[in-house]
């Protein structure tokens, strides 16, 4: 890997004060970036990373006035397999337990998983081998190419690269907020960002904690993926139900997790029963642009069969 | 056009090795602690990466962006400049050795080409690499060859127009398969170059013994007056995953890395990206074949037609399995004569295996006949099993003639595997079973014949030790068979010894006694003949010994037992009133068969042989064996008489269009299994490779730039642990093989009939075939018509 | 490129080691290098080589203790090597030595973290280590210190599991990890399991868990964390913890069976 310079924050303020300046990245578990960099996928290498695994006091999960709250260094393993989030948050620990692979998920931090960028093969091709609209050129190589795993809700700023996070729609269904250095965002708003960003937040910017209201309903989170391990998914679905009120959230077809208001307003007030959700599900991908086969690219219609059928299924999970 | 399968020269008929039936002591038992185990499990085991001479210095190549690019101009300045680089070679190098190791042109993307930097460590040379400033002229490619090809008759058996005329029904169809290798251990080769020898160690250097035609002086550039092979010294390293690759791309790996070391006068590490070992370890090529099938309706196949088109190289051997496994009479492939030549593609070579064409056409053609009748898919293979279009009855002549058991492999196997799977409450028409779930459940068949690997050739030795001990000696690349325990497995058997007084290591200096073939491909089957020549020589010397009294040369005499004016006396022999034949060896000791108590250890015997006779050096037991058969493929004469059946069972969801594997039953006849779990690992190995292919295993490239998107291990998806399904192994035993003991080959088997079977599957749980693997869950939706 | 310029160039630590014959066969066996390797264990005698190579640029002292243990006479070399002040890239032979300089000649105690110097437990040995910010775990484990049995099937891009590692108790991927980041940190490979007489090295040799074995070691080392904490395993549950492991041999049948019987083992049964 070529060289950088690294600070091992102590505290949430040296780490925030240090991302000030320029060609500096920050690095939780390092699970995605050190991916990234190993790749050279980036124009510009950070002449300096900033470890924030050192800020203590950042690795819990635990209730108070009457909300969870998950530090941002909290790993996805101990999210997955804490009784409190299987039992009152299924669909979170649900996600947290099929991110990537075991050791990812030891490493991985949820405030990682969030932040992570967002995820296309011709953007993460070695050595930036694609100059695409992400990085600033001036195409979108996925829209001619081979845009099998890509957006089905169309680009943003015309790129259309994904969303990969699978805790991310399990926030966005459970109205999570995420706090930061500088503000509390609701995960819904959090990936609310035209490209080159994947996240709203500033460069000095860092997640401290994770919120998520009391939650006495029932909730649900389904990955698809071609394997049953390791994979990114090709579609997620969190849906997460409780007083007749649904929110459900798909990943992995646009730039962001993608709320499915329309399919929650067919739930809403209604009893749960197959029917319904099915119709839920067609309404949940109503509108979409996903791209027709051409030649070897078999394009990314399937996703939307998919994405469909996630959220009729996460719905009657929740049942 | 000539047959060019059927009319190889024809080889001697081999007969079955009538050991077959003998009591075994160690072949063939369980719980023999593996060889490699330790080393292996607690990762001591040293493998080319790890392994780096003492001064290396570490070398990186450049790969092509492009699909197809030639440099135009090229800055090396910075690169050369920067510190800790200690040589950079480029393209344009005045010296032609040099050049003729950096292409200037890259016919595709990865291909390793223009500029090499040989630094300090990795990192510099990565860096530094990533300095040098090209200016590329990028030339236009093609993915895929045109369908009007020039075609020869690569086999044309019978009269193909007959056969469909004779035919009830007539099919077509066409299948297609992406897959490559997914490697293991990163490409990399170390060379240490000491002017008058040199030292390697190299992923893939099995290859180098193999094919040792680099090594001719017209090919050799690496040095004036060619490389010797005999001043090799090969580090007999540990390989990570060689499932046959590209032989000539480890060549030129070694040429390049040894032209550097010269150079440098310092040992080389040349290291290849992930991308380039990804395209270095490549498949049997992708491409399409077209088959036109006629049939009775009572299953009798009567022709078979088969287009072959594959992106690079031309493969003529599209029926191999038709013809060496089935009756059927009337044959015609029609394949490309010659590489395409605009593929801008990775060089193909055969990864597990190379036969892999034949087999899918053998097991598609075979069900889509059963799904067009209705019929089990076993009852098909069944009817047309056979050999060159011979039947039941030839095969039963056939095997009576050449001393084997009068046993129906394919039937044995089919009736093993149905029970296994439960077949006649699991079997039912395609689309007609529902699971509670919902999702549409389908089974699907494959057989074949087994590998007969004890072809090739080899060489290799046992000696006794002084202590009693015996060792093999040879040079065996291991590839994770777990060859180096199953020939001590045979040489224990044969000699008597206990296992654990047999060992064999690898013999570094052995560039000539290799016990060899490619030593995957044909293992057991080659060197187990070797070393049970040799210990069956050395038993019969020992026996002797022990009972005259007098150490025989067995290749020219007897020894003298004295030397001139020194009182060394004759040996008493052991058993003095016996013949060697009245003698048996088990455990180490040598005794009377007809009073067992009447007994000496070996150690004695060792003990008394080498004071007599060589005083103090080493034991006169020793013998070396060579074993030819002859080469590759289909040998008329010498039918495939071993069998497989295998069943997966499935579950379909019609919404996401996902498949789940829920049962696999793999059923070999092997002929005898010298070691059990070597052949189970085979088997549920070389099944779940085979079902990761034809389940979601496929080389994606992007079609305006033809450059590569998945060339790693997250987006080119080798199965996990949890994909591949709960498998039960079975090994008949029939003793119908030419191997040792009746033994025949299998490495490559499961993953070759294990890749289509979920063609066959898939379509008995929807009623829609999907030809085109891997069978991904967009061409199952697509297939249901959901999208 | 001059000859001159190779001279400037200097050699590197790695490389001097090299060239004084103290790396052998596998990597860098010399682990050693940029280790003062807390040593135990009585020692009887004691030689102290210094070796110059190159055009004199760089030193190394090798010492060699040899330990008298009964009737067997074991020899270690172990050679120290240098820890370089990040101020003025003067090298020293201890941690100590260059914690003396830096207070001496740029003021004020030295803090580790400035210097790069990480502790490490790894199989139980203690390791003070001198790192660069961008290397990996998996590049100093396996390059640095000779762990030959961290491998790299996708070359460091955290998508095989083959380089994993228990570190606190966790199964990681060292690739995926910054050696920097791993300051007191306790690790364990798997040669140590193997060191522990762990029951799962002979059920990995008894169910051939291994075929080309390149993979081998992440599966043992992910086996044993998951032992380690659930003693009671069932199959469904050991797929769980191994799924993240890739094995192109494909020998994953083969691992269940063998880590049920090392539970068994350990339980006290079987």
Redesign the interface.
């Given at each position: 890997m070529k060289a950088f310079d690294l600070v091992k924050a102590k505290s949430i303020d040296e780490a925030v004060s240090a991302l000030g300046s320029d060609g500096t990245m920050a690095i939780a578990g390092g699970t995605d970036l050190i991916n990234t960099l190993q790749e050279r996928v980036l124009a510009e290498y950070p002449k300096k990373l900033v470890s924030l695994k050192s800020i203590p006091d950042l690795d819990y999960i635990r209730e108070e006035g009457g909300m969870l709250k998950i530090g941002a260094l909290t790993r996805l393993e101990d999210i997955a397999e804490s009784e409190l989030v299987k039992e009152k948050y299924a669909c979170l620990a649900e996600a947290a337990s099929r991110t990537a692979s075991p050791h990812i998920r030891e490493s991985g931090t949820i405030g990682g998983n969030i932040c992570q960028i967002n995820r296309c093969w011709y953007f993460r091709k070695t050595d930036n081998r694609f100059d695409c609209i992400r990085k600033g050129g001036g195409m979108c190589y996925a829209m001619m190419g081979d845009n099998r795993y890509h957006s089905i809700f169309g680009g943003v700023k015309a790129c259309i690269a994904v969303n990969p996070s699978d805790t991310a729609p399990a926030l966005v269904a459970l109205n999570a907020t995420i706090i930061t250095t500088k503000r509390e965002i609701a995960a819904e708003d959090f990936w609310d960002v035209a490209i080159p960003g994947s996240t709203v937040l500033d460069n000095d910017e860092i997640v401290t904690e994770i919120q998520i209201p009391e939650f006495s309903g029932k909730s649900s989170f389904i990955k698809m993926a071609l394997r049953k391990s390791i994979d990114f998914p090709v579609v997620n679905c969190a849906t997460a139900i409780a007083d007749g009120q649904a929110r459900i959230c798909l990943n992995a077809v646009y730039n962001k997790p993608y709320r499915a208001t329309a399919a929650e307003e067919v739930v809403n007030g209604n009893t749960i029963d197959e029917a319904l959700a099915e119709s839920a599900g067609a309404a949940a991908v109503s509108g979409n642009s996903a791209f027709p086969a051409n030649g070897t690219n078999p394009g990314s219609k399937w996703k939307v069969q998919i994405a469909k059928t996630l959220v009729k299924r996460t719905i009657l999970n929740c049942k | 056009m000539a047959d060019l399968v059927l009319n190889k020269v024809a080889r001697p008929n081999r007969e079955c090795d009538p050991d077959y039936s003998k009591d075994f002591n160690v072949v063939g038992k369980s719980?023999v602690?593996?060889i490699?185990?330790?080393?292996?499990?607690?990762?001591?085991?040293?493998?080319s990466?790890?392994?780096?001479f003492?001064?290396?210095l570490y070398a990186r190549m450049l790969s092509c962006?492009h699909a197809n690019a030639s440099i135009k101009s090229m800055d090396t300045s910075k690169a050369?400049?920067y510190?800790?680089?200690?040589?950079?070679l480029r393209y344009d190098n005045p010296d032609p050795a040099v050049a003729a190791i950096i292409p200037s042109q890259g016919y595709f993307e990865g291909k390793m080409m223009g500029v090499i930097i040989v630094a300090?460590?990795d990192?510099i040379a990565q860096?530094a690499l990533?300095l040098v400033e090209i200016e590329w002229d990028v030339l236009p490619f093609t993915m895929y060859p045109p369908e009007d090809q020039e075609r020869i008759q690569s086999t044309n058996k019978g009269d193909i127009q007959q056969g469909f005329a004779e035919a009830d029904q007539i099919i077509e169809f066409t299948y297609s398969r992406k897959e490559d290798a997914?490697?293991?251990?990163?490409n990399n080769t170390n060379v240490s170059w000491k002017d008058d020898h040199y030292e390697y160690a190299q992923v893939g250097q099995w290859n180098n013994l193999q094919a040792a035609q680099w090594f001719t002086p017209n090919s050799n550039a690496i040095k004036p007056g060619g490389v010797s092979q005999a001043r090799g010294y090969q580090?007999p390293v540990?390989?990570?995953?060689?499932?046959g690759l590209g032989i000539t791309l480890t060549q030129q790996l070694f040429k390049i890395t040894a032209v550097l070391s010269q150079r440098t006068k310092r040992p080389v590490k040349l290291l290849c990206?992930?991308?380039q070992?990804y395209y270095s370890f490549v498949s049997s090529d992708c491409g399409e074949e077209y088959f036109k099938v006629g049939f009775k309706n009572d299953g009798t196949i009567t022709a078979v037609q088969n287009d072959p088109t594959f992106h690079v190289m031309p493969y003529y051997y599209g029926l191999l399995h038709l013809v060496e496994n089935t009756n059927i009479s009337n044959l015609q492939c029609n394949s490309p004569s010659n590489r395409f030549p605009g593929a801008n593609r990775p060089d193909t070579g055969p990864y597990r295996c190379e036969q892999r064409p034949p087999v899918t056409g053998l097991n598609l053609v075979t069900n889509h006949v059963a799904a067009a009748l209705g019929m089990d898919p076993t009852e098909v293979a069944l009817k047309n099993d056979g050999y060159g279009g011979e039947g039941q009855e030839y095969m039963k002549q056939f095997r009576l003639d050449h001393g084997f058991p009068d046993r129906d492999s394919l039937q044995e196997c089919v009736a093993a595997a149905k029970e296994a799977i439960d077949f006649d409450n699991v079997w039912h028409a395609a689309g007609e079973k529902t699971l509670p779930d919902g999702r549409k459940h389908g089974i699907g068949f494959a057989w074949d014949h087994e590998w007969n690997d004890a072809i090739w050739s080899g060489t290799g030795a046992v000696t006794m030790l002084l202590d009693g001990t015996a060792q093999i000696i040879g040079n065996h690349i291991?590839?994770?068979?777990?060859g180096a325990s199953t020939y001590c497995q045979v040489a224990a058997e044969e000699l008597g010894l206990k296992f654990e007084d047999v060992y064999f290591k690898q013999n570094a200096e052995g560039n000539n006694i290799q016990l060899k073939g490619p030593s995957s491909s044909t293992n057991a089957c080659v060197n187990g003949w070797i070393v049970k020549k040799a210990c069956k020589n050395i038993r019969a010397q020992m026996l002797e010994t022990a009972t005259q009294g007098v150490i025989v040369d067995y290749y020219g005499g007897e020894l003298p037992t004295g030397e001139p004016g020194a009182a060394i006396p004759t040996p008493d022999p052991l058993f003095p009133d016996l013949q060697p034949e009245d003698l048996d060896i088990k455990d180490s000791v040598i005794f009377e068969k007809s009073n067992p108590e009447n007994k000496h250890t070996v150690l004695e015997l060792l003990g008394q042989t080498y004071l007599a006779s060589t005083r103090w050096t080493q034991t006169p037991f020793f013998s070396f064996e060579l074993y030819n058969n002859g080469q590759n493929l289909d040998m008329p004469h010498r039918h495939r008489l071993c069998r497989q059946a295998h069943f997966c069972e499935v579950a379909v969801d019609t919404?996401?269009?996902?498949i789940e594997v829920l049962k696999v039953v793999n059923v070999n006849d092997v002929g005898k299994a010298l070691s059990p779990?070597?052949v189970?690992?085979q088997q549920?190995?070389?099944?779940?490779?085979g079902i990761?292919r034809g389940k979601?295993e496929e080389e994606?490239?992007?079609?305006?730039?033809g450059?590569r998107?998945?060339g790693?291990?997250?987006?080119y998806?080798?199965?996990?642990?949890?994909?591949?399904g709960?498998?039960d192994t079975i090994a008949v035993e029939t003793a119908l093989g030419y191997g040792p003991y009746g033994a025949c080959g299998l490495g490559e088997c499961n993953s070759d009939e294990m890749s289509p079977i979920l063609g066959p599957a898939v379509q008995n749980a929807i009623s829609v075939w999907i030809d085109d693997f891997p069978i991904?869950?967009?061409?199952v939706?697509?297939a249901l018509g959901?999208? | 490129m001059t000859e001159e310029k190779k001279k400037s160039g200097g050699v590197s630590r790695r490389e001097f080691l090299k060239d004084a014959g103290l790396l052998v066969g596998g990597t860098a066996i010399g682990s050693t290098v940029l280790l003062a390797a807390c040593s135990d264990g009585e020692t009887v005698t004691e030689k102290v080589t210094t070796t110059i190579t190159g055009a004199g640029e760089a030193t190394t002292k090798t010492i060699t203790t040899t330990e008298q243990v009964g009737e067997v006479t074991k020899t270690e070399t172990i050679t120290q090597s240098k820890f370089v002040c990040p101020i003025d890239g003067m090298e020293f032979d201890t941690l100590e030595e260059l914690k003396a300089h830096f207070e001496a000649t740029h003021g004020g105690e030295a803090p580790a973290a400035a210097l790069n110097v990480i502790s490490l437990t790894v199989n139980g040995g203690k390791y003070e280590v001198q790192v660069k910010p961008h290397w990996t775990l998996q590049y100093l484990l396996h390059d640095e210190m000779g762990c030959v049995e961290i491998k790299t099937m996708c070359t460091g891009l955290g998508q095989c599991g083959s380089c994993s590692v228990i570190m606190d108790g966790r199964p990681i991927l060292s690739c995926m990890t910054l050696a920097a980041t791993c300051d007191g940190a306790v690790i364990e490979t798997s040669v140590g399991i193997a060191q522990s007489n762990h029951p799962l090295i002979e059920s990995y040799i008894k169910y051939h868990c291994m075929q080309c074995g390149y993979c081998t070691p992440g599966f043992l080392v992910t086996a044993k964390a998951l032992l380690d904490k659930n003693p009671n395993p069932t199959k469904e549950e050991i797929e769980l913890a191994i799924e993240g492991n890739l094995c192109r041999c494909s020998t994953y049948p083969a691992h269940v069976p063998a880590v049920l019987e090392a539970a068994e083992v350990l339980k006290g049964g079987a």
């Amino acid at each position: 890997m070529k060289a950088f310079d690294l600070v091992k924050a102590k505290s949430i303020d040296e780490a925030v004060s240090a991302l000030g300046s320029d060609g500096t990245m920050a690095i939780a578990g390092g699970t995605d970036l050190i991916n990234t960099l190993q790749e050279r996928v980036l124009a510009e290498y950070p002449k300096k990373l900033v470890s924030l695994k050192s800020i203590p006091d950042l690795d819990y999960i635990r209730e108070e006035g009457g909300m969870l709250k998950i530090g941002a260094l909290t790993r996805l393993e101990d999210i997955a397999e804490s009784e409190l989030v299987k039992e009152k948050y299924a669909c979170l620990a649900e996600a947290a337990s099929r991110t990537a692979s075991p050791h990812i998920r030891e490493s991985g931090t949820i405030g990682g998983n969030i932040c992570q960028i967002n995820r296309c093969w011709y953007f993460r091709k070695t050595d930036n081998r694609f100059d695409c609209i992400r990085k600033g050129g001036g195409m979108c190589y996925a829209m001619m190419g081979d845009n099998r795993y890509h957006s089905i809700f169309g680009g943003v700023k015309a790129c259309i690269a994904v969303n990969p996070s699978d805790t991310a729609p399990a926030l966005v269904a459970l109205n999570a907020t995420i706090i930061t250095t500088k503000r509390e965002i609701a995960a819904e708003d959090f990936w609310d960002v035209a490209i080159p960003g994947s996240t709203v937040l500033d460069n000095d910017e860092i997640v401290t904690e994770i919120q998520i209201p009391e939650f006495s309903g029932k909730s649900s989170f389904i990955k698809m993926a071609l394997r049953k391990s390791i994979d990114f998914p090709v579609v997620n679905c969190a849906t997460a139900i409780a007083d007749g009120q649904a929110r459900i959230c798909l990943n992995a077809v646009y730039n962001k997790p993608y709320r499915a208001t329309a399919a929650e307003e067919v739930v809403n007030g209604n009893t749960i029963d197959e029917a319904l959700a099915e119709s839920a599900g067609a309404a949940a991908v109503s509108g979409n642009s996903a791209f027709p086969a051409n030649g070897t690219n078999p394009g990314s219609k399937w996703k939307v069969q998919i994405a469909k059928t996630l959220v009729k299924r996460t719905i009657l999970n929740c049942k | 056009m000539a047959d060019l399968v059927l009319n190889k020269v024809a080889r001697p008929n081999r007969e079955c090795d009538p050991d077959y039936s003998k009591d075994f002591n160690v072949v063939g038992k369980s719980g023999v602690r593996r060889i490699d185990g330790y080393e292996k499990a607690s990762g001591t085991a040293v493998y080319s990466l790890d392994f780096t001479f003492p001064g290396t210095l570490y070398a990186r190549m450049l790969s092509c962006p492009h699909a197809n690019a030639s440099i135009k101009s090229m800055d090396t300045s910075k690169a050369e400049a920067y510190t800790g680089v200690r040589d950079v070679l480029r393209y344009d190098n005045p010296d032609p050795a040099v050049a003729a190791i950096i292409p200037s042109q890259g016919y595709f993307e990865g291909k390793m080409m223009g500029v090499i930097i040989v630094a300090d460590t990795d990192e510099i040379a990565q860096e530094a690499l990533r300095l040098v400033e090209i200016e590329w002229d990028v030339l236009p490619f093609t993915m895929y060859p045109p369908e009007d090809q020039e075609r020869i008759q690569s086999t044309n058996k019978g009269d193909i127009q007959q056969g469909f005329a004779e035919a009830d029904q007539i099919i077509e169809f066409t299948y297609s398969r992406k897959e490559d290798a997914g490697h293991v251990e990163p490409n990399n080769t170390n060379v240490s170059w000491k002017d008058d020898h040199y030292e390697y160690a190299q992923v893939g250097q099995w290859n180098n013994l193999q094919a040792a035609q680099w090594f001719t002086p017209n090919s050799n550039a690496i040095k004036p007056g060619g490389v010797s092979q005999a001043r090799g010294y090969q580090h007999p390293v540990y390989q990570g995953g060689s499932f046959g690759l590209g032989i000539t791309l480890t060549q030129q790996l070694f040429k390049i890395t040894a032209v550097l070391s010269q150079r440098t006068k310092r040992p080389v590490k040349l290291l290849c990206s992930l991308q380039q070992s990804y395209y270095s370890f490549v498949s049997s090529d992708c491409g399409e074949e077209y088959f036109k099938v006629g049939f009775k309706n009572d299953g009798t196949i009567t022709a078979v037609q088969n287009d072959p088109t594959f992106h690079v190289m031309p493969y003529y051997y599209g029926l191999l399995h038709l013809v060496e496994n089935t009756n059927i009479s009337n044959l015609q492939c029609n394949s490309p004569s010659n590489r395409f030549p605009g593929a801008n593609r990775p060089d193909t070579g055969p990864y597990r295996c190379e036969q892999r064409p034949p087999v899918t056409g053998l097991n598609l053609v075979t069900n889509h006949v059963a799904a067009a009748l209705g019929m089990d898919p076993t009852e098909v293979a069944l009817k047309n099993d056979g050999y060159g279009g011979e039947g039941q009855e030839y095969m039963k002549q056939f095997r009576l003639d050449h001393g084997f058991p009068d046993r129906d492999s394919l039937q044995e196997c089919v009736a093993a595997a149905k029970e296994a799977i439960d077949f006649d409450n699991v079997w039912h028409a395609a689309g007609e079973k529902t699971l509670p779930d919902g999702r549409k459940h389908g089974i699907g068949f494959a057989w074949d014949h087994e590998w007969n690997d004890a072809i090739w050739s080899g060489t290799g030795a046992v000696t006794m030790l002084l202590d009693g001990t015996a060792q093999i000696i040879g040079n065996h690349i291991d590839v994770g068979l777990n060859g180096a325990s199953t020939y001590c497995q045979v040489a224990a058997e044969e000699l008597g010894l206990k296992f654990e007084d047999v060992y064999f290591k690898q013999n570094a200096e052995g560039n000539n006694i290799q016990l060899k073939g490619p030593s995957s491909s044909t293992n057991a089957c080659v060197n187990g003949w070797i070393v049970k020549k040799a210990c069956k020589n050395i038993r019969a010397q020992m026996l002797e010994t022990a009972t005259q009294g007098v150490i025989v040369d067995y290749y020219g005499g007897e020894l003298p037992t004295g030397e001139p004016g020194a009182a060394i006396p004759t040996p008493d022999p052991l058993f003095p009133d016996l013949q060697p034949e009245d003698l048996d060896i088990k455990d180490s000791v040598i005794f009377e068969k007809s009073n067992p108590e009447n007994k000496h250890t070996v150690l004695e015997l060792l003990g008394q042989t080498y004071l007599a006779s060589t005083r103090w050096t080493q034991t006169p037991f020793f013998s070396f064996e060579l074993y030819n058969n002859g080469q590759n493929l289909d040998m008329p004469h010498r039918h495939r008489l071993c069998r497989q059946a295998h069943f997966c069972e499935v579950a379909v969801d019609t919404e996401t269009g996902e498949i789940e594997v829920l049962k696999v039953v793999n059923v070999n006849d092997v002929g005898k299994a010298l070691s059990p779990e070597s052949v189970a690992g085979q088997q549920y190995g070389g099944s779940i490779m085979g079902i990761s292919r034809g389940k979601h295993e496929e080389e994606v490239y992007d079609p305006p730039t033809g450059v590569r998107l998945n060339g790693n291990l997250l987006d080119y998806k080798v199965s996990t642990v949890r994909d591949c399904g709960p498998i039960d192994t079975i090994a008949v035993e029939t003793a119908l093989g030419y191997g040792p003991y009746g033994a025949c080959g299998l490495g490559e088997c499961n993953s070759d009939e294990m890749s289509p079977i979920l063609g066959p599957a898939v379509q008995n749980a929807i009623s829609v075939w999907i030809d085109d693997f891997p069978i991904t869950p967009d061409k199952v939706l697509k297939a249901l018509g959901k999208i | 490129m001059t000859e001159e310029k190779k001279k400037s160039g200097g050699v590197s630590r790695r490389e001097f080691l090299k060239d004084a014959g103290l790396l052998v066969g596998g990597t860098a066996i010399g682990s050693t290098v940029l280790l003062a390797a807390c040593s135990d264990g009585e020692t009887v005698t004691e030689k102290v080589t210094t070796t110059i190579t190159g055009a004199g640029e760089a030193t190394t002292k090798t010492i060699t203790t040899t330990e008298q243990v009964g009737e067997v006479t074991k020899t270690e070399t172990i050679t120290q090597s240098k820890f370089v002040c990040p101020i003025d890239g003067m090298e020293f032979d201890t941690l100590e030595e260059l914690k003396a300089h830096f207070e001496a000649t740029h003021g004020g105690e030295a803090p580790a973290a400035a210097l790069n110097v990480i502790s490490l437990t790894v199989n139980g040995g203690k390791y003070e280590v001198q790192v660069k910010p961008h290397w990996t775990l998996q590049y100093l484990l396996h390059d640095e210190m000779g762990c030959v049995e961290i491998k790299t099937m996708c070359t460091g891009l955290g998508q095989c599991g083959s380089c994993s590692v228990i570190m606190d108790g966790r199964p990681i991927l060292s690739c995926m990890t910054l050696a920097a980041t791993c300051d007191g940190a306790v690790i364990e490979t798997s040669v140590g399991i193997a060191q522990s007489n762990h029951p799962l090295i002979e059920s990995y040799i008894k169910y051939h868990c291994m075929q080309c074995g390149y993979c081998t070691p992440g599966f043992l080392v992910t086996a044993k964390a998951l032992l380690d904490k659930n003693p009671n395993p069932t199959k469904e549950e050991i797929e769980l913890a191994i799924e993240g492991n890739l094995c192109r041999c494909s020998t994953y049948p083969a691992h269940v069976p063998a880590v049920l019987e090392a539970a068994e083992v350990l339980k006290g049964g079987a």
